[in-house]
């Protein structure tokens, strides 16, 4: 017996819970990608993992939660946010991000989204848009294109998709981005950005599902989705999030919106110290 | 005058039932709300929005009732006690989160303010028609607990009770009250703060990296480590094993996991379940009846009384889990069991199962309006001619 090799471990692995590796996520697919610039973004930030909680929803993307170490929660399908929100305004001192898929924030939970990012809840949501629902088998969603096939349009899609930084721009949120999983260094930087603002911060991540959404549209390996990402995006940051086309021809990146507001917290926790005045002069 | 304590409002008040159910969840502890507006509930969350401010606590008005639910139980595992209040509809889309708080055994308060049900029904009138819906709602096996007040001083009293009783087993507890209930103005007495029995959860005694989230002792409850505590859980409505971590093709940690939920209540019945009786010791005729109903029982019962006839009442303060033992035992002893109750026949089911034999009458009423103390009579008047 020779010697024993000491065990390289990444240094990354510390984000991890590296007992539950391999995922689930089939190969090509964008999720892994995103977990990794989300990683990377909380080791440039140096974000505190005992004050991180990640939330998520139900969906392949769903299942980010659960590999990350620190605390996380994967809720019912549809009510990360919601579930999110009572997390942040009964300990604010906590980092909160919602990790989940289109279908699951703007399907069954759109209407939770909006919401949230009208009351500026202080929580980071990154979705991970593959255009349909890839968990149960490629299934058609609030974000597949126009024409699209998928198990339950295989005639093709007659919905109109919703533009997903467009809904939480008119929705209130305080920033909003959209990348590719192609694009890994600015996303991450994106994230850093988003984890770093108060407020509700948004950002997109169009994300490959090649063994499923990729099959059925004839896109090809994860490479060619991939490649195809490079020849269609293109970057405007600043752009109007009404105008940010995503679509199979094109598909338009970068931030469009940063802006200040105060959150809920700071409003609730200013209104608490107001009523506590009045109550210390006797005037309720 | 100065409240030295505004958690606790010491002293006597005349007092509407929801105000006094907000109060009593501010002095457990509750310092977060979420909810949705809906009638007969809606005082609760006026009350909370008003005084939770007062004691630094955080009342937000949801998108509806789904995101009331999931707000309270991650209010919960954030460390804070939180609850929410509806009715009957709210109460339905409240049942997808409340399998979740079951299956993640996240102590919270729900309150269902009972109306008229099904659907919309009859908003502003009372009924007893979501007991059932309150044990079965949502999907699985899981067990709850479920308390039933008859008067303002109760709405008060039993919802600490719901507080400690959820923190002590980590399920999510109902404060199942009716519309009369929660609208009715009545003497209650706040007690002082020391006199107030509180319970709060299980914290783990061990460090992070020995820490399972998941694995109990004896009681079948086990340890909660909250978001923030340096102990990076993870939480999931997938079955999971003692590590938290979804185990979703073993038919050994879904057994263990369903046993477990279900035996720490079943098994602890005797501990939480809660009754009163009233003149039962020589009755051959017992009433059955919860909520508003046992109110007017108890009128029919001492006017049955007045006329001769020996019957008696049993009131279930616990309705979840079910006083099975109690009502086995009472059915040995007298010769037939009457239960009046405002729905088509919910509990009643519960005490046939129980009775064995022994005769039950049923005292239905749709709603609108409760039972007349003499209606509940001439039924014991009735059963008593029969034999």
């Known amino acids: 017996m020779g010697e024993t090799q000491e065990l390289v471990v990444h240094p990354l692995a510390k984000y991890l819970r590296m007992d539950r590796i391999p995922h689930i996520w089939c190969e090509g697919c964008g999720n892994g990608i995103i977990l990794n610039c989300f990683i990377r973004a909380l080791d440039e930030l140096k974000i505190d993992l005992d004050k991180l909680v990640v939330v998520s929803g139900i969906g392949c993307m769903g299942r980010a939660a659960g590999y990350l170490n620190c605390d996380s929660f994967h809720t019912t399908h549809g009510r990360a946010i919601a ?100 694009h890994v260094r600015r996303l991450t930087k994106s994230m850093e950005k988003a984890l770093q603002k108060k407020g509700f911060t948004f950002i997109e991540v169009i994300s490959p599902c090649p063994e499923i959404y990729g099959r059925y549209n004839k896109l090809g390996t994860a490479l060619d989705m991939m490649k195809m990402y490079r020849e269609i995006s293109e970057i405007k940051h600043g752009c109007d999030p009404a105008k940010a086309e995503v679509s199979p021809k094109r598909i338009v990146v970068g931030e469009f919106v940063d802006l200040e507001k105060p959150t809920f917290e700071e409003s609730v926790m200013q209104q608490i110290a107001d009523v506590k005045k009045r109550i210390s002069k006797g005037g309720i | 005058m100065e409240r030295e304590n505004r958690a606790v409002l010491t002293g006597k008040h005349f007092m509407l039932g929801d105000y006094a159910c907000a ?43 789904l995101a009331s639910m999931a707000a309270i139980i991650g209010a919960s595992y954030a460390g804070v006690k939180a609850m929410t209040a509806t009715s009957g509809p709210g109460f339905s889309l409240m049942q997808e989160n409340i399998g979740l708080a079951a299956m993640t055994e996240t102590p919270c308060v729900v309150v269902n303010i009972m109306r008229g049900g099904p659907s919309t029904g009859q908003p502003t009138k009372p009924g007893q028609q979501d007991v059932m819906q309150a044990k079965w709602g949502s999907h699985g096996d899981y067990e709850v607990i479920a308390l039933s007040p008859a008067s303002p001083q109760e709405m008060f009293d039993l919802t600490i009770e719901c507080f400690n009783l959820s923190e002590a087993y980590r399920v999510p507890a109902f404060l199942l009250a009716d519309e009369i209930v929660g609208h009715m103005r009545e003497r209650v007495v706040i007690p002082r ?127 979840w889990p079910f006083a099975e033992k109690i009502i086995a035992e009472l059915a040995t002893r007298v010769k037939a069991l009457v239960v009046p109750e405002m729905n088509y026949g919910q509990v009643v089911r519960e005490v046939e199962r129980m009775a064995k034999g022994t005769p039950v009458y049923f005292l239905p009423k749709f709603g609108e309006e409760p039972h007349r103390p003499f209606e509940i009579l001439e039924l014991i008047e009735k059963v008593k001619e029969n034999g």
């Open chain 1, 83 to 182: 579930l999110a929100t009572g997390i942040k305004l009964a300990n604010p001192e906590l980092k909160v991000v919602v990790l989940s898929g289109d279908g699951d924030l703007f399907a069954i939970g759109g209407n939770h989204f909006i919401h949230a990012a009208r009351r500026n809840i202080d929580i980071t949501v990154i979705c991970a848009n593959n255009f349909n629902y890839g968990m149960t088998g490629g299934q058609h969603g609030p974000t597949t294109p126009l024409d699209a096939r998928t198990t339950t349009t295989p005639y093709g899609n007659i919905e109109h998709p919703f533009n997903l930084v467009h809904l939480a721009a008119a929705a209130g949120a305080v920033y909003v981005a959209r990348w590719t999983a192609l």
């Open chain 2, 193 to 319: 703060a020391e006199e107030i029995k509180i319970v709060n959860r299980k914290k783990p005694k061990v460090s992070p990296s020995e820490y399972l989230p998941y694995k109990a002792s004896d009681d079948l409850v086990p340890p909660m480590a909250c978001f923030g505590e340096g102990y990076h859980v993870h939480i999931t409505g997938l079955t999971h094993d003692e590590r938290g971590y979804p185990q979703t093709d073993s038919i050994e940690v879904q057994r263990d996991l369903i046993m477990r939920i279900c035996d720490k209540i079943r098994k602890n019945a005797d501990k939480i379940i809660k009754v009163k009786d009233f003149m039962l010791e020589d009755a051959e005729i017992a009433v059955v009846a919860y909520g508003i109903a046992s109110r007017s029982a108890l009128s029919a019962v001492r006017k049955a009384r007045e006329k001769g006839i020996r019957a008696g009442l049993l009131r279930l303060i616990t309705i």
């Open chain 2, 23 to 65: 109060e009593g969840a501010i002095a457990a502890g509750c310092r977060f709300f979420a909810g949705y507006p809906i009638t007969p509930a809606t005082e609760i969350a006026e009350r909370m929005a008003r005084r939770l401010p007062e004691v630094g606590g955080i009342y937000i008005q949801m998108e509806d009732e």
